[in-house]
């Protein structure tokens, strides 16, 4: 389809090679193109700087408190340990890995005007969400990773050879909180494709995980006397699971200065997974159907 | 194949405001057309529906028969376009950027590279091709993304106001890359509100006012609409005219229906016939050893008809 030979001297001009242009690469192949070079702006970028830099005060932070303190509990057994400190700091870091990789990654192409770049060649727009996504995801594993081997280095240090112990566990706990990566960059596409301004997508997810879900928890478990099985930030707790154990599921005690009944929930593994994965997929179309709708007008 | 764009009742509404309104308008084979229009005319949401940047509220647009909302992947294949001026990704570089750009249309990687030196050669920006592109102006960024629209040398070029944010040099540049396009088989379709760099590089131009289509033709025809049989021709002297040879020779003239003084050295001349009548008028002029510098048609023709469209759409 391409025109070939022209007589211009013109660089403009000079015909391509036949066979130059092949078929125009299929969703995935074009997706994984995309990914590779959003990517590399990532790490170039000082927004990776900032989730590096998050990351690393996390590990310190940590580090220096087991360092001050030595619980006991904690730097006596593998799985206490990584339950201790890679189970909490991990979905802190899921949730700012995503906030900074993922708010802007739709509406930023609305708002910084890269979208026209990227709409204007022959690729769908199902293919741009899914090569931002994946981008945005392999960005937030490195800083999962970088977290991980903090947590790992301090193991290292208290319990030696011991550390390794725990590998089994880890690895579930680590599959674990990928699977909650998946779900939450979904989430956080989902209020990026929703707003043009990257600003709003960034403060909607941060309030809503950091203040909202919280607020939501307290009142449904308080008023309504509910489970709040669909909230993403409650179903988290299950990341420590495989290192912890699995506590139990509603723990009726009572408050010993009021006498007043209180109940925890804990969510169930399947509880867990299955709202990850909801929210994974709902999310998904929800944001991919928002995406095809959106004008760069 | 001929390449071809084509609008089909072509409409955009945003909300009780209509952006376009059933444009129809088809143009194929290799050609350069022009799409003019005040601000606000329409121009660029049309230009943004054939690269299905928005959506039509009715019609449809087609490339080489295919349609855009349909099926944008295969219809914006043989598609280079600019629209706007679009930002890339700040921390690449030009070469990525195009790498990238090259890859995602299906180009070979030893072509990405040799087209992508080509290009940037041709935009002037190959000393910048490893320099982050956040670093560069708003110009250097056009000429990156004018580079990005050339790359996999597209039969179909969609060019949005190509020389926005370009300095005059980066403007005459321009428009001498899009001469050079010309010359392949290519279809250019180009809007702007620069009326010199239309008639300076376009074969056709289409008018476009508060959504409707004026008219669309060539040039040529376009000068025709304004003074029928009589073009206007602009003449300049190396010395000043004296009003005697002014109204004697040259007003007496078979070719020259009427003649006016823009200064002493200057003069218009409204010329009968065509260029076979031009060329006569031309040599007689150069006979009268008046010290012709130079003789050429006047580029007012399409501004003159760009202002009466306008105005007739006003009143």
């Known amino acids: 389809m391409n025109a070939t030979a022209t007589p211009a001297g013109s660089a403009a001009n000079v015909p391509l090679a036949d066979g130059a242009i092949g078929t125009v690469p299929g969703t995935f192949s074009q997706a994984m193109i995309l990914s590779r070079y959003q990517f590399r702006d990532y790490l170039r970028s000082r927004r990776f700087i900032l989730m590096i830099s998050i990351v690393i005060a996390v590990g310190a932070i940590l580090t220096t408190v087991v360092a001050y303190f030595r619980p006991s509990g904690l730097i006596d057994n593998a799985d206490d340990f990584y339950g201790g400190l890679w189970a909490g700091g991990a979905a802190f870091v899921i949730l700012f890995a995503g906030i900074i990789f993922g708010g802007d990654a739709i509406a930023g192409e609305f708002q910084n005007k890269t979208g026209y770049f990227l709409m204007g060649l022959p690729i769908k727009r199902t293919t741009v969400y899914a090569g931002k996504y994946l981008a945005a995801l392999l960005a937030s594993v490195v800083s999962l990773v970088l977290f991980l081997l903090i947590v790992m280095g301090n193991a ?10 725990a590998a089994g566990p880890l690895i579930a706990s680590f599959a674990i909180a990928l699977l909650y990566l998946l779900a939450l960059l979904g989430f956080v596409f989902l ?3 929703l707003f043009k301004t990257s600003l709003y997508a960034v403060l909607v997810v941060a309030v809503l995980f950091l203040f909202g879900f919280s607020i939501i928890q307290t009142v449904v478990i308080d008023l309504a006397h509910t489970e709040p099985w669909f909230l993403l930030s409650y179903v988290n707790a299950i990341i420590a699971y495989p290192l912890t154990g699995v506590p139990e599921h509603i723990v009726h005690t009572t408050n010993p200065f009021t006498r007043a009944a209180i109940t925890t929930y804990n969510p169930t593994y399947l509880e867990g997974i299955g709202v990850m994965v909801g929210y994974w997929v709902l999310t998904a179309v929800g944001g991919l159907f928002l995406f095809q709708r959106e004008e760069f007008t | 194949m001929r390449p071809s764009i ?32 005040p601000n606000g005319a329409g121009k660029t949401t049309t230009l943004k529906m054939f690269t299905n940047l928005i959506f039509p509220s009715e019609g449809e647009a087609f490339i080489n028969g295919i349609s855009v909302r349909d099926d944008r992947k ?54 910048w091709v490893d320099q982050k592109i956040g670093r560069f102006s708003k110009g250097m960024k056009q000429r ?34 899009v001469r050079e396009l010309k010359k392949g088989r290519r279809l250019i379709f180009m809007s702007s509100h620069i009326l010199s760099e239309v008639v300076d590089v376009c074969d056709e131009v289409a008018l476009l006012d508060r959504g409707k289509l004026l008219f669309a033709d060539t040039l040529a025809n376009v000068s025709q609409r304004l003074g029928g049989d009589v073009r206007a021709v602009e003449a300049e002297f190396a010395f000043p005219l004296d009003e005697g040879i002014l109204s004697g020779q040259i007003g007496s003239l078979p070719e020259v229906a009427s003649w006016s003084r823009s200064d002493p050295q200057r003069i218009t001349l409204q010329v009968k016939g065509g260029p076979v009548e031009q060329a006569r008028l031309l040599e007689q002029l150069a006979s009268m050893r008046l010290g012709l510098l130079s003789f050429r048609e006047s580029r007012s023709a399409l501004e003159e008809v760009y202002l009466r469209e306008i105005s007739v759409g006003d009143a």
Do not use: Q, W
């Open chain 1, 156 to 165: 290292l240090f208290y319990l030696g050879s011991g550390a390794f112990s």
């Open chain 1, 191 to 193: 209020f990026s494709s």
């Open chain 2, 6 to 37: 084509e609008a089909v009742g072509l409409t955009k509404r945003f909300g009780a405001f209509t952006a376009l309104d059933h444009l129809n308008l088809k143009v194929e084979g290799a050609k350069c057309m022009g799409f003019l229009g």
């Open chain 2, 74 to 127: 295969r219809a914006l294949e043989v598609c280079g376009d600019l629209i706007e001026t679009p930002e890339i990704y700040p921390s690449l570089t030009p070469r990525e950027a195009l790498e990238m750009s090259g890859a995602l249309r299906g180009m070979r990687a030893g072509e990405i590279a040799a087209r992508t030196a080509t290009v940037l050669e041709e935009v002037k920006m190959s000393e």
């Open chain 2, 144 to 177: 990156v993304n004018i580079a990005a629209a050339l790359l996999s040398d597209p039969e179909v070029v969609i060019l949005d106001e190509p020389s926005t944010g370009l300095d005059p040099r980066g403007m005459a540049e321009v428009r001498s890359i």
